[in-house]
Each structure stands twice: as structure tokens, then as C-alpha cells.
């Protein structure tokens, strides 16, 4: 890259960076306004049936947690808070939200990033191989492999796989979650199989594109153009034709990324696994508003940097898109 | 005043008086009896070392044991808990930390010993001042959850005599002040470290907190200087270490007690059991744990047609309790693993009442009957239960099913919790179908959910009958426990004729462990840090 196209790079990287805040901005009143209009009394949670009816109790937890005072308000110190990077405390467990959350959001980036790069090193290389080979044997095991992983529920394949791996063969752990500092051999074999069981079903999706991708790549005039250089092959398929074809496998892998981000609910029950969707999920439940505020802001937070990275990705792989 | 001493020398007793220990006598036999009974008598050698992993549907909600209720159920965290007094494997009431008490006459005032020599997890001593910071605390409404406050709400002032003595003076007579404290539970944690009650609780119980990663694992390592011993002077618990999993999912739990990697899970599904036991009994135990309470429909009876002043409203509950089938739920919802109740308590329970009268059998067409009679056919009714249980509303659906039969136009729903009790609230449902359990003290039961100035009571149902709440009151301040058993056999038979609780099923859990885990025996009910049982009773002899 020259360097004024580093320099277009910057600028659109810090324009880029500068349409995040609104985003961020309206993302926090919307989840803060849709928390606060979920169905259910918080205080009646906290305070239990004993003491629900307590005018007493009620004015104690409201002064204790600023549920008092108007909501437009509470959202400015929460807000104004957030900023700093205070969260709060739980209501529930009364510990930092914070804490509540870097308890979980290690555990869900850990199995989002694995559970991805799996899928793009199964998908690229086979949905790579059926175009290349169309119509052929090959071509037929990819589609039918990815037809069948689009259609498998993924908690269904989940089971699967743990009757197969854990009850029957007995090679991985059904359920639970290790840290990898705490014990990377022993977090890597309670990894695969939800791994298994995310990267499976995104790898169906991301095969299929990557497919189709490129065979339009493929039936360019530049890749005719570049075989009648006398190109090798290899070298028209894998330097020029994929480098196109992967842009909306990017796309589509960084949106999956972020889905994945958000949690898996149902997975991440199949496996006991404690991630950040199964509490906010609970916290949700409890209607434990600081945490879910915290955890659906964060998310968020993470899905709009996913987003720009993969649209800073799509630059380094195709200087001709464009930079508005 | 004069008081009846409890000693723990108590000679045999039968089960009847022994689950008398709201009383003075019976509360010293259930000790003696507690540790005669425990598995250490008859157990060879139990082995010391190992570490249990224990997957568990729930996990806590907090670490404060004052904050947060930790049931000695379902919780790992309750292996870090000791209260003042301490229950046995069939849930009587027992000496723990308190090692004898005497209570007056007139049931007011409860005089408690406490053990000498015992220690909290920092070594700090156990003595009357710590329980007497403990309860104040508990009765603080800014450092307690009301529902463990509100064992201690008759308790008007609490005196340290000496050292190891403990006077609690009661605002008006109660027979049930003991099983109060036992059971909500009243936990003790160390005076001096209530600024970390919330990130490291320093207990008294068997085993000392280490970590807790909430729905992931909880930690806790054998407390060493615990008090409690054998039957041989060992000293317990056996096992060095206790690994909790929540496991939320019920096959999730199974599978992982499969795979090996637990040794111990609790509330099997009840479509598991019977398979699981067929195949599985050469390499598992499992305990059928009957349960203190039962399964049963609330009846939203404060407003609308159903209500308790409206004219017809007596009738049509009873409307609704004649089209319940409860042997089709026992078959559809439990597997037929489920039994049949007049009342709150089943027949596994000391409570149970063979006398209670009015129960409403299956009669659909009666229910028809008095539909057309009151010219309330089609009356609308919505059938609601809470989404985190099962067989709440896989009966509820089944009950839907049945009003409609019967020519109600029944709806169904489920919600979580606080939907539900915004419903509750507004008087916006019909029927709740739900469960209640863990009340080994009926008072825990009639007074909460019966009595008509009960807080639940008013939320819930709305159901007000005064021979009811006189015959409630006056059990709470009866001694005897015959004659308290008639009492609320009384109270059933009223409950059942007005409908507006209708009882169900006793619902057992299941249970099951490692082949290799030995002199393990969760109580009554459940509970699994128990005297001379549960985990403290438990080793590998592998």
C-alpha cells in the first residue's frame, strides 16, 4: 500500500471510528429503555414475597440501588458511569457487574473465536474445492455435507456428538468449562465438542458461500485473461480468484462471529457452558438490570468493532472497494 | 418461669415424638438418636481424601448467607453453611453448633447452649455474642433477604448470659421458633468479616469457601477444625474437597454422571429414572428422595368468579377441583413416580394426615354440573405456571386440557418469575400450577401460604377462612405434636373445601451417584449437608 493510500486507510479508519459513537449512544438508551420495559417489578424480585408488600423494604432497596429516582435520570448516572467503566453491582448477587461479566465473557470469546476460525478453516478450503472441481464427487460431498449442517439443528447435533464422543467412545467431556490459564491441555478437551457443535454449523454456511463466490469469481473475464497469460492454476485460483471470493465469506464469518458473540443460549446449556448468553439469559430472569444493560451494551459494543474490522479487512483484501 | 432442659441424653424415642423437637424433650432424643444413626456406626472404615464433584440444578444467587437464601438443597454453597442448630437425615431438628437448650412454659423464651471449641473458618470462636451479631444482622433489613428474615420476625430481644449462653426472648409463644431457625436457614458467618460476606463468606460448616465462579464451579476444601465427629471420635467430614457443578439442564446432568465427570447429581427427569435404574444400577447408586411438600393448583380466588366473596364462588372452585384428573397427571407429568395427596404432606412425611376430609374427587361431569346449574359454562380461566420447572407446566397443560373438558374456556401460559408475580399481583390468572416443598415444619407451610394475613397468602390466592387461620394460630403455640397434627388435618379439610388450594401430587427427586461414593445419604427432602449424613458422612473407598 502507497503512502497515500495509507493515509485514505487512516482517515477512513477515524471516520469510521467517529460514526461508532452515535451508534454506541443510541444503542445505550435503546438498551436501557427496553430493559426498564420488561414486563415484572425488580423490586419485587429482590425483595421476595415475605417483604415484596413492604413499603419499607420497597423504599429501602429503591434508595439502595437509585430505582427512586426518575428513569431519565438514573439512565445518565448509569450512563455517566458506564463511561468510566463502573457498571454498577448486581442486584442479585450484589458483586460488580463487572465481575459478574469478565467471568463470562472470556468463556464466550474463547469458544466464539475457536468455534469461527474452525468453521473458516473447514469452509474456505472446501467450498474452494467444490468450485474448483464443480460437478464433481468432491463437489457433491461439500454440498451434501453443508446441506446437511444448514439443516441439523445445531442442539440436536450437539447431543449427537455427545453420545457419540462422550458416552460412546468416551473420548471428550460432555459438559463444563476449564479456563486456558488455568489449564490449557484440560480447557482445550472440554473446547472441542461445543466447538465441534458451533463451527459445524457455521462451516455449512460459510462452505456454501464460498462456494458460489467463487464460481462467480471464476467465470470472470480476469481469470480467463490471467490463464491465457499462461498462469499456473494454482496461482489463478488461490492468489487472485479466492482473494475476490473471500470478501462476503469475511463478511458473513464476521457476522456469525458477532452472532456468536452474543451467546449461544441453548449450546451453552447443552455444555454447561458459562457464557455470556446463558447470564444474560438469567439475568434477564432475575431482572437484574445492571447486568443486562452492562452485558447487552458491551456486545453491542463488540458487534460495531466486528463490523468495522471486517469492513477494514475488506480494504487490506481489495484495495478497489470503496472507502465512502 | 419454669423451662424443660433438653440434654443430649435422651433414651429412644419413636419417630412421632421425635419430630415433636419444636419441644423441649423430643428436640435432645432426636440428638441422641441423630447420632446413633449416623452412617459412621456402621460403615467398616470410611476412607478420608478425594474430591467430590457434585452437579446441581441451580447455583446461588449471592454468597452472603444472609443476603441470599441458600437452601440446603440444590446449592453447592450450603456445605459452607452451619446455623445454631442442625438437621438429621429425616429432618429432625438435632444439637449442633448449639449443644443443648431449654425452652419456657409459656414458649417465649428459648435458652440455647452453644458448643465450646467451635470455630468459624478464620478461627474466630463460635460463642453466644457471634450468634447473637449473626442474628441481629438477619434481622436488619438492609444486611438480609426477607425470607430468612422472617424467621426471626416473633424474636424481641436477644441476651448473652455468658459466654456460651444464649437467651432469645419471643415477642408472643411459639412452638416452631427452632425449626424456624434451622430451616430458612439462619447461617452463621464470622462476625469480623462481613465486609467480604459477599466475595469470600467465612462460615462454620463442614467445608471452607475457596471459589465460586457463578454457573460455572464452586470450591470448597474440608474445614479442619470442624466439630462434629463420628461415632468413633473421627472427625468429620471425610472428604477433603467439594467441587460444585450447576448443571441447569436435568440430562446435561445425567450425562455428565455418565461420562464421569461428576460423582454425584441431584433431581434426575423423572422420564430417566426408571430407564436409568434398570440399566445403570451395577455402576450407580440413586436415592428416591420423598419430598416434604407437593405439587398443587393455587387458585386466584380474590377476584372474579372464583373468589371467596362472591356468591358462587365456593362452587365454582369446586367446579375446578372436580375436572382435575390427578392420576392422569401422576402418568402423563411424573411417570407414575409421583403419589396422590390429600394434603400438603405425603405419607412419606411424619405430617402426613390420613384424617383429612373434603378432598374433591375426579368427576367431570360434576364439575359440568354445577357449571350448568350456575349457568357458567364457558367461564374463561387462565391456567399459568412458571417456565423454570418442568412438570409446572407440563401439569398446567394438562390442566388446561381437563377445564376444557369440563366446559371452562381455559387458556395456558407459562412466565418467569416476575411476570408471574406481576400476575400475582394484579389477580390476573386463574390457576397457578406450581409446587412448594422443603417445609419440614408444617408452620412453614400453613402460616405462609394458608393463613390469610400470610404475605404470599394475599398475593397469591387471596384465600381467607377464619377456623383456618384460629386453627393455624393455635398450632403454632401447641406443643404437642398429636395434638398439632389434628390441628391441621383440621385446616386441610377446610382448604379442601373451599378449593382454593388443591393438592396434587408428592413429588419424589431422584438422586444418583458413583458406586465408589459411600456413606452418602442426602435427607429427607433433600438436603445434603446434614448431621451424621449428606456429605459429611461421605468418603471414596477408592
Known amino acids: ?324 | 418461669m419454669s423451662e424443660k432442659k433438653i440434654s443430649n441424653t435422651f433414651g429412644k424415642q419413636s419417630r412421632r415424638e421425635f419430630l415433636a423437637s419444636t419441644t423441649a424433650g423430643v428436640a435432645a432424643a432426636a440428638s441422641a438418636a441423630a447420632m446413633a444413626s449416623m452412617p459412621g456406626t456402621a460403615l467398616a472404615a470410611p476412607k478420608r481424601g478425594g474430591t467430590l464433584r457434585f452437579a446441581t440444578r441451580v447455583d446461588g444467587r449471592g454468597l452472603d448467607p444472609h443476603r441470599n437464601i441458600i437452601y440446603y438443597v440444590s446449592n453447592p454453597l450450603a456445605a459452607t453453611t452451619q446455623g445454631l442448630l442442625d438437621l438429621n437425615t429425616k429432618m429432625e431438628i438435632v444439637p449442633g453448633i448449639g449443644s443443648e437448650w431449654t425452652i419456657s412454659d409459656d414458649l417465649m423464651t428459648y435458652t440455647f447452649k452453644i458448643r465450646e471449641g467451635v470455630e468459624f473458618h478464620n478461627g474466630r470462636t463460635v460463642d453466644a455474642e457471634a450468634v447473637k451479631w449473626n442474628y441481629e444482622r438477619i434481622m436488619d433489613p438492609k444486611t438480609s433477604h426477607a425470607f430468612t428474615r422472617s424467621s426471626l420476625k416473633e424474636v424481641d430481644t436477644i441476651t448473652v448470659l455468658d459466654k456460651y449462653t444464649l437467651r432469645i426472648r419471643l415477642k408472643g409463644p411459639s412452638a416452631v421458633f427452632l425449626a424456624n431457625v434451622v430451616y430458612y436457614p439462619c447461617n452463621l458467618i464470622a462476625p469480623d468479616s462481613a465486609d467480604q460476606a459477599d466475595t469470600h463468606p467465612i462460615g462454620c460448616g463442614p467445608f471452607k469457601f475457596v471459589s465460586w465462579k457463578r454457573y460455572a464451579k464452586t470450591e470448597m476444601v474440608r474445614f479442619e477444625n470442624y466439630f462434629e465427629t463420628d461415632s468413633l471420635g473421627n472427625q468429620l467430614p471425610y472428604l477433603d474437597a467439594i467441587e460444585g457443578y450447576p448443571k441447569k439442564e436435568d440430562k446435561v446432568r445425567l450425562t455428565a454422571l455418565r461420562t464421569g465427570e461428576v460423582d454425584l447429581i441431584e433431581n434426575m427427569a423423572y422420564s430417566d429414572v426408571g430407564a436409568f435404574k434398570k440399566n445403570n444400577s451395577d455402576k450407580y447408586n440413586t436415592w428416591d428422595i420423598p419430598q416434604v411438600g407437593c405439587a398443587y393448583l393455587a387458585v386466584q380466588s380474590k377476584i372474579g368468579p372464583f373468589a371467596m366473596d362472591h356468591p358462587n364462588g365456593k362452587l365454582m372452585r369446586q367446579a375446578l377441583a372436580h375436572a382435575i384428573d390427578r392420576e392422569a397427571i401422576h402418568q402423563a407429568v411424573f411417570n407414575g413416580l409421583s403419589e396422590s395427596v390429600a394434603g400438603f404432606y405425603s405419607t412419606s412425611s411424619p405430617w402426613h394426615m390420613p384424617g383429612i376430609k373434603n378432598v374433591k374427587e375426579y368427576d367431570p361431569e360434576k364439575s359440568k354440573f354445577i357449571l350448568r346449574k350456575l349457568n357458567a359454562m364457558g367461564t374463561p380461566i387462565a391456567v399459568v405456571a412458571r417456565d423454570t420447572y418442568e412438570y409446572m407446566h407440563n401439569s398446567g397443560e394438562l390442566v388446561h386440557s381437563m377445564l376444557l373438558d369440563a366446559g371452562f374456556k381455559a387458556t395456558n401460559g407459562k412466565f418467569d418469575n416476575p411476570v408471574l408475580r406481576q400476575k400475582y399481583k394484579k389477580s390476573d390468572y386463574g390457576i397457578d400450577s406450581t409446587a412448594n416443598s422443603y417445609r419440614f415444619e408444617p408452620d412453614g407451610w400453613y402460616s405462609r401460604n394458608v393463613l390469610s394475613t400470610a404475605p404470599s397468602t394475599k398475593l397469591r390466592t387471596g384465600y381467607k377462612n377464619e377456623r383456618a387461620d384460629k386453627l393455624i394460630i393455635e398450632a403454632r403455640a401447641t406443643r404437642d405434636f398429636q395434638k398439632r397434627l389434628e390441628l391441621y388435618t383440621e385446616v386441610e379439610s377446610e382448604v379442601n373445601e373451599d378449593c382454593a388450594l388443591i393438592y396434587t401430587h408428592a413429588v419424589p427427586l431422584t438422586s444418583a451417584g458413583t458406586k465408589n461414593l459411600k456413606g452418602y445419604q442426602p435427607a429427607f427432602a433433600g438436603p445434603f449437608n446434614i448431621a451424621g449424613g449428606g456429605i459429611r458422612t461421605a468418603y471414596f473407598d477408592k
Open chain 1, 1 to 324: 500500500m502507497c503512502l497515500g493510500g495509507a493515509y485514505n486507510m487512516l482517515i477512513y479508519t477515524i471516520n469510521r471510528i467517529l460514526q461508532i459513537i452515535p451508534v454506541i449512544f443510541i444503542l445505550s438508551v435503546l438498551v436501557f429503555g427496553f430493559v426498564h420495559a420488561l414486563p415484572g417489578d425488580v423490586i419485587d424480585t429482590m425483595a421476595g414475597v415475605e417483604a415484596g408488600e413492604d413499603p419499607e423494604v420497597r423504599a429501602a432497596l429503591e434508595e439502595e440501588f437509585g430505582l427512586n429516582k426518575p428513569i431519565y435520570v438514573q439512565y445518565f448516572i448509569w450512563i455517566g458511569k458506564a463511561m468510566q467503566g463502573d457498571f454498577g453491582n448486581s442486584l442479585v448477587t450484589r458483586r460488580p457487574v463487572n465481575t459478574e461479566l469478565i467471568e463470562r465473557i472470556p468463556a464466550t470469546m474463547y469458544l466464539a473465536l475457536v468455534g469461527i476460525t474452525l468453521s473458516v478453516l473447514i469452509a474456505v478450503p472446501l467450498g474452494t474445492l467444490a468450485a474448483v472441481r464443480r460437478n464433481s464427487p468432491t463437489d457433491y460431498a461439500a454440498q451434501v455435507t453443508s446441506l446437511a449442517g444448514i439443516s441439523i439443528p445445531e442442539f440436536w447435533f450437539a447431543i449427537l456428538c455427545i453420545l457419540l464422543f462422550s458416552l460412546h467412545l468416551a473420548w471428550l467431556p460432555s459438559s463444563g468449562y476449564v479456563e486456558f490459564f488455568d489449564d490449557p491441555g484440560k480447557s482445550i478437551w472440554y473446547l472441542i465438542l461445543p466447538a465441534l457443535a458451533v463451527g459445524f454449523r457455521q462451516a455449512a454456511f460459510t462452505t456454501r458461500l464460498t462456494r458460489s463466490s467463487m464460481l462467480d469469481e471464476i467465470s470472470k473475464e480476469y481469470v480467463d485473461t490471467a490463464r491465457s497469460l499462461g498462469l499456473p492454476e494454482r496461482k489463478v485460483i488461490y492468489k487472485y480468484t479466492l482473494r475476490n471470493a473471500l470478501i462476503p465469506t469475511i463478511t458473513i464469518s464476521g457476522l456469525q462471529l458477532a452472532n456468536l458473540l452474543g451467546g449461544t443460549v441453548v449450546l451453552e446449556s447443552i455444555f454447561a457452558w458459562p457464557g455470556i448468553g446463558q447470564a444474560i439469559f438469567q439475568s434477564i430472569q432475575l431482572r437484574d438490570f445492571p447486568v443486562i444493560q452492562a452485558g447487552v451494551l458491551v456486545l453491542g459494543v463488540m458487534v460495531v468493532v466486528i463490523n468495522l474490522l471486517v469492513d477494514l479487512l475488506y480494504r487490506v483484501l481489495n484495495p478497489r472497494v470503496g472507502m465512502g
